[in-house]
C-alpha cells in the first residue's frame, strides 16, 4: 500500500491518544465479551441438552421422590431407547463452599442414556463391582486434585451416621464441548441400603432415551398418562426444557447484568467514537491541503477510514486477547457457582466484527465531512 | 499562591464536549458499581432479616439446609422440653416444620418456578413476631387452608385471597396474605404441617427443622449444650440469623464476583476516558499554563489546580451515577436460592453508605486520570510553551 507510510504517520502524532483511545476500545472488547460469555453460561444446560432426552420428575414437586418401579413401566414404551433414574445427594465435601453436584446413578443404564460423558471401559467396571465407588467429573477432580484410588469423604445426613467414604474409580469427561463435567457420581444399590425406610426403591428422578428426538412429544405423554391417577404421577420435560426451568429462575439477574453491561459497552464505544471525531475534526486544513494538491474526495475518505479501522482492530485484537487470558482466571473464581466459562471462537469473531464496525462509523462521519468540504472554505477557517 | 478554583469551573464549561464524554464515563461506573453492590446487599438483607436473634433453628446434625435436614417426632418430644425456650399459655413456642417445594406459574412468563411450601405449628404467629397477617385471616388447624407471602402473591398467579390451589394431591383455598417485612418468608406459602405432610406423601412422624423462641438471645448457649449432649439426639442449634445469612453466601459471591469484574473493567475504561480529556484540556492550554507559570504561580499550584479540575469532573460523574441508580432501591426482583433451589423475591438494598463508597470511587478514579496530566502541565518548560504556536 503506497499510503500506508502517511496512515501509520498519522495514527502516532499523538501518541497519548492512540494509546488511550486502542484501550478503550480494548476494554469495550473484554466487557463485551466476558458478558456473552457469562450469559452463555447461564443458559448453558439448554444449549447442551440432549434433543432425545427426556426427564420426568414428581409432577408435585422437585423434590418428591418416584418408585424406583417407574423404571421397567417406561421402558416398555414404544419409542424409549433406555432409562436410566438419578437422586440428588446434597453431600458436602469438607465445607460447604466446595460445592459440585452428587447424582446417585443407577451403573446399569447410566452410559446408555448419558452417551456424552464418557468413561473409561477399565475404570468403569472398577466402579461397577465396588459399592462404595465414585466416579467424578474432570473439572471436579482437578478443581480438588484427586486421582483415582483416593477416599472421598462426603458429609451427608442421609445415611444414619455423618460421612460417607468413597473410593474414586474413575473419572468422566464430556464429549460435547461445554458438558457438564462437574458431576459426582454414586453407586443407587448402596445408597438404597443406607437410607431411611422413606427413600428406599426411590429414585428422584428418571431420564429417557428415545429412538428419535420426533418421539419427544408423544413418548412423554404416554409417560404422563400411564402415571395419571397413580400416588405417584409424574411430569415430563425435554432436557432443554428441564434446563430452562432453572435458567428462568435465575432470570431477572441475568437480565440485569446483560442490560447493565450492554449500556455501559455502548457508552464506551460512543466516547471511543467521539474520540476519533475529535482527532480528525482537528486535522481539517491537513485534510484541505491533501485535498488542495490533488488527492480526490474518496482518497481522503480513505485516509480516515482506514485510521479509525485501524485503531479498533488494534484495540479489537488487545482487547480479545486480555478477555481470553483473563476469562479462565475469573472462571476459576466462580467454579462450583456457575458452569465453566467458555470463550467460543464464534465469540471471538463476533467480537472482531464488532471492533470494525464501530471503527468504521465512527471514521465514517467525519470521514465523508471531509470528502465533501470545500477546499477554500476550509483552508481559510485554519 | 493557589490558582483561583474558578478558572477550572469556567474551563471545563468551556470544553463542555469533552467534559461531558468524561462524565458519562464515570456516571455509568458509578451506577454500575453501586447498583451490583445494592443487589448483593438486598439479597442478603432478604435472607438476613429472615432469622431473629431470640429464635433458634434445630436440624439434624450436619445439614446444610432445611432441605437436606429431618427431625423425629420422638426427638421433637425431647426438644420442647429443653430448658432456654420459652413458654406460652398454651406450652413451649415451638413450630416443628415441613418444608417442601411445589411448582406453581410466574405471573410474569407463565412457566413454573419452585415456591417453598412450609407446613407450620398453628401458634407460629409467636414464635415469629415480626410477621402479621395483612388481609384475610390465618390458616385454621385441621382444614386444607393456606397464607402466602406479600411476595409469593405478587410473583406468581393464582395466590390471591378466595381462590383454591392444588398442592400435592390435595385442593387448598387462600384464606390471608402475610407480611414478614420483605424477608425470605415472604416468598413462601405456609399450610397446616400434618396436613401438607399427607398431601405430599410424607411421614408424619418427621418434620424438617424445629424453630424455638428463646426465653432471651443469650439463651442459645443453654438450649445448644443440653441439645447436642443429649445421647438420644442428634441435631444442630443454630441461631435463626446465622442460619439464614450463612444460606446467601453463594448468591452474595455470585453477584459480587461479576458484578466486581465489571466494575473492575468499567474502572479502567473511565479512568482512560478522564485521561483523554485531561490531557487533550492540558494540550489545548499549553499558552494559559505557561503564561500562568510566567506571572509567578509555582508548578504545584498548577499541579493543584488541574487535580481540582479532574476531581471536580469524577464528582459531578459521581453524583450523577448515584442518581441515575437511586430510583432502584426497592425494586423488588427474583432468583434463585441456591441453598433451597426455590425462588426468592428480593429488593435493591441502596443505603447511604453505599452511595458514599460510588463517590469515593468517582474521585479515585478522576485522581488516576487527572494526575498524570496534571504533571505534565507543570513540567513543561515555560519558555518554549508560550513560544508555541
Known amino acids: 500500500m503506497k499510503y500506508s507510510r502517511l496512515i501509520l504517520a498519522n495514527l502516532f502524532r499523538k501518541k497519548v491518544r492512540l494509546i488511550l483511545t486502542v484501550g478503550s476500545f480494548a476494554i469495550a472488547l473484554v466487557l463485551f465479551t466476558f458478558l456473552a460469555v457469562v450469559k452463555s453460561a447461564f443458559s448453558r444446560g439448554e444449549e447442551i441438552a440432549g434433543a432425545d432426552r427426556l426427564i420426568v420428575v414428581s409432577r408435585i414437586g422437585l423434590m418428591q421422590v418416584l418408585p424406583v418401579s417407574h423404571a421397567d413401566k417406561i421402558a416398555a414404551i414404544p419409542g424409549v431407547k433406555a432409562v436410566t433414574h438419578n437422586h440428588w445427594f446434597g453431600g458436602v465435601y469438607q465445607d460447604e463452599k466446595n460445592f459440585f453436584p452428587q447424582f446417585v446413578i443407577d451403573p446399569e443404564n447410566q452410559r446408555k442414556v448419558m452417551t456424552e460423558l464418557v468413561v473409561p471401559d477399565d475404570q468403569w467396571n472398577n466402579f461397577l463391582k465396588d459399592r462404595q465407588g465414585a466416579i467424578a467429573g474432570k473439572r471436579t477432580a482437578e478443581r480438588f486434585h484427586w486421582k483415582i484410588g483416593d477416599r472421598i469423604p462426603i458429609k451427608t445426613t442421609l445415611y444414619g451416621g455423618n460421612s460417607g467414604e468413597f473410593n474414586l474409580d474413575g473419572i468422566y469427561h464430556s464429549e460435547k464441548p461445554g458438558g457438564d463435567e462437574s458431576q459426582f457420581w454414586l453407586q443407587w444399590k448402596y445408597f438404597d441400603e443406607n437410607v431411611p425406610a422413606v427413600l428406599k426403591s426411590t429414585a428422584g428422578w428418571y431420564v429417557v432415551k428415545l429412538n428419535s428426538p420426533d418421539d419427544a412429544v408423544r413418548v412423554a405423554k404416554a409417560i404422563d398418562e400411564k402415571f395419571g391417577n397413580s400416588s405417584f404421577e409424574t411430569k415430563t420435560e425435554t432436557e432443554s426444557a428441564f434446563a430452562a426451568y432453572f435458567a428462568k429462575q435465575f432470570g431477572n439477574i441475568e437480565l440485569l447484568i446483560i442490560t447493565i453491561g450492554s449500556v455501559v459497552f455502548f457508552t464506551l464505544l460512543l466516547v471511543t467514537g467521539n474520540t476519533m471525531a475529535i482527532s480528525v475534526r482537528e486535522r481539517t486544513s491537513e485534510l484541505a491541503v491533501l485535498k488542495a494538491i490533488g488527492f480526490s474526495g474518496r482518497a481522503v475518505l480513505f485516509f480516515v477510514l482506514a485510521e479509525s479501522i485501524v485503531i479498533a482492530m488494534a484495540g479489537g485484537f488487545l482487547g480479545l486477547t486480555l478477555a481470553y487470558l483473563a476469562i479462565p482466571v475469573i472462571g476459576l473464581a466462580l467454579t462450583g457457582l456457575l458452569p465453566p466459562l467458555i470463550l467460543s471462537k464464534s465469540l471471538l469473531t463476533l467480537g472482531i466484527g464488532f471492533a470494525l464496525l464501530v471503527g468504521a462509523a465512527s471514521g465514517l462521519l467525519p470521514g465523508i465531512g471531509a470528502m465533501r468540504m470545500r477546499v477554500v472554505n476550509a483552508l481559510r477557517r485554519a | ?389
Not at chain 2, 250 to 263: E, H, Y
Not at chain 2, 267 to 289: D, H, K
Not at chain 2, 308 to 330: D, H, Q, R, T, Y
Open chain 2, 1 to 389: 499562591m493557589p490558582i483561583p478554583l474558578i478558572y477550572n469551573v469556567r474551563s471545563v464549561k468551556a470544553r463542555w464536549t469533552s467534559t461531558i464524554v468524561a462524565l458519562v464515563g464515570i456516571a455509568g461506573t458509578v451506577g454500575v458499581f453501586v447498583a451490583m453492590l445494592s443487589l448483593a446487599r438486598g439479597f442478603r438483607a432478604t435472607l438476613v432479616t429472615s432469622g431473629s436473634a431470640d429464635n433458634a433453628l434445630i436440624t439434624r446434625a450436619g445439614a446444610t439446609s432445611e432441605m437436606t435436614s429431618g427431625v423425629s417426632i420422638d426427638a421433637v418430644k425431647i426438644i420442647q422440653d429443653a430448658p432456654g425456650i420459652a413458654r406460652g399459655s398454651e406450652g413451649p413456642l415451638l413450630t416443628p416444620e415441613a418444608v417442601l417445594m411445589a411448582p406453581i406459574p410466574l405471573r410474569s412468563t407463565g412457566t413454573d418456578a419452585n415456591v417453598e411450601l412450609r407446613g407450620v405449628a398453628p401458634n407460629v404467629l409467636t414464635i415469629r413476631k415480626n410477621i402479621r397477617i395483612v388481609e384475610g385471616r390465618m390458616f385454621r388447624h385441621g382444614l386444607n387452608e393456606i397464607v402466602v407471602g406479600k411476595n409469593a402473591k405478587a410473583t406468581y398467579s393464582g395466590l390471591t385471597v378466595g381462590n383454591t390451589i392444588a398442592l400435592g394431591s390435595a385442593r387448598w383455598q387462600v384464606v390471608g396474605v402475610f407480611d414478614a417485612g420483605g424477608s425470605a418468608f415472604d416468598s413462601e406459602v405456609w399450610g397446616d404441617a400434618h396436613l401438607l405432610n399427607g398431601a405430599y406423601n410424607r411421614p408424619d412422624t418427621f418434620s424438617q427443622s424445629v424453630t424455638v423462641h428463646l426465653t432471651s438471645p443469650a439463651a442459645l448457649q443453654q438450649l445448644k449444650d443440653t441439645l447436642t449432649t443429649d445421647p438420644r439426639l442428634n441435631v444442630d442449634v443454630t441461631r435463626e440469623i446465622d442460619y439464614y445469612s450463612k444460606q446467601s453466601t453463594r448468591m452474595t459471591q455470585l453477584i459480587t464476583i461479576l458484578g466486581g469484574f465489571v466494575a473492575a473493567i468499567m474502572a479502567i475504561g473511565a479512568v482512560f476516558g478522564a485521561l483523554n480529556t485531561m490531557y487533550s484540556a492540558v494540550a489545548e492550554r499549553g499558552r494559559e499554563i505557561a503564561t500562568m507559570r510566567a506571572v509567578g504561580f509555582n508548578p504545584g499550584s498548577v499541579v493543584l489546580s488541574f487535580l481540582f479540575e479532574a476531581l471536580l469532573i469524577s464528582f459531578v460523574g459521581g453524583v450523577l451515577g448515584c442518581l441515575a441508580v437511586l430510583p432502584l432501591n426497592g425494586l423488588t426482583t427474583s432468583t434463585i436460592n441456591f441453598q433451597t433451589f426455590s425462588n426468592l423475591a428480593f429488593a435493591f438494598k441502596i443505603t447511604f453508605d453505599l452511595l458514599w463508597m460510588g463517590v469515593v470511587f468517582a474521585l479515585i478514579m478522576g485522581v488516576l486520570g487527572g494526575m498524570p496530566p496534571a504533571i505534565r502541565a507543570a513540567s513543561r518548560p515555560v519558555a518554549s510553551a508560550l513560544r508555541e504556536l
